[in-house]
């Protein structure tokens, strides 16, 4: 982040660190660039409150860096403008695939309905979002200046959903994690900015506990190359990247064995 800094090819990048981390990191930036001008938010800093001061100071300071804990970062909202607009659009790209698979020749009544959840979840999602009460007049994400994030411990954020008509397959875990969505979010945002870059991921476990965790690593870092690829859906990767494989495995009691996809 520093070295892309003074290559100027960044103005002002922010660390998304676990929340138990945000000083220690804090103080490891000091270690190496003494110099450095930093901004780093204790959980204090984004407690109701405390929250606009803080996105004001990170907004007209021209720091090398902004610490910020995983919590604080789901604080920072993106304008309603932003958020419908990429709701919006991904509806209308349900919406394709559904009209797509209605009128495919195949028995595709199971990804109809795979899809029509996820175009209802996405619908609540504007729904909670226009219902707001406590509209918190706090600044934007956009309006912080922030154009490069780095995400320490990033499988944290893996469970972001995805359609699929693959059903009783072992290793397809599919939950829909606000913290995901919200991190997805700004992703797109920033790289939609900066010509596809804006995000660095740092793990040790990009994939824990199985490879569909991989697709979801990549429709993060790179969208693009999937659309590209012709491989942005679920099913289409897994084609290409995985293979689904039968075989026998003990009963969870210990009757006896059975078989396992």
Do not use: C
């Not at 300071?61 to 910020?68: K, T």
């Not at 932003?82 to 195949?106: C, G, H, M």
């Not at 009544?109 to 209802?120: D, G, P, W, Y």
């Amino acid at each position: 982040g520093m070295k892309m800094k003074q290559a100027g090819l960044i103005k002002k990048p922010m660390f998304v660190v676990p929340n138990h981390l945000v000083d220690q990191w804090g103080t490891e930036f000091l270690k190496l660039y003494p110099q450095a001008r930093l901004f780093v938010a204790g959980k204090d800093h984004f407690e109701t409150g405390n929250r606009q001061q803080a996105m004001a100071r990170i907004a007209t300071g021209n720091y090398d860096a902004v610490i910020v804990s995983h919590r604080s970062f789901e604080f920072l909202p993106v304008s309603d403008a932003y958020f419908n607009r990429f709701v919006e659009k991904q509806v209308s790209e349900l919406d394709a695939e559904i009209n797509l698979a209605n009128d495919s020749k195949d028995d595709n009544r199971r990804i109809v309905k795979e899809l029509e959840k996820a175009k209802k979840r996405l619908m609540v999602r504007l729904k909670k979002r226009a219902d707001r009460d406590s509209k918190d007049r706090t600044m934007t994400f956009e309006e912080l200046g922030i154009d490069q994030i780095f995400v320490d411990e990033a499988d944290l954020y893996k469970n972001l959903a995805y359609v699929t008509k693959m059903s009783r397959i072992a290793g397809l875990p599919n939950s829909d994690s606000n913290r995901a969505f919200d991190m997805f979010l700004k992703i797109r945002y920033l790289q939609e900015r900066n010509d596809g870059r804006g995000v660095v991921f740092a793990t040790g476990t990009p994939i824990s506990n199985t490879l569909a965790e991989m697709y979801t690593m990549l429709r993060y870092l790179a969208p693009e190359m999937l659309a590209e690829s012709k491989v942005e859906h679920f099913d289409s990767w897994a084609a290409n990247f995985a293979e689904a494989v039968t075989s026998l495995e003990l009963a969870p009691d210990g009757s006896g064995y059975r078989m396992h996809t």
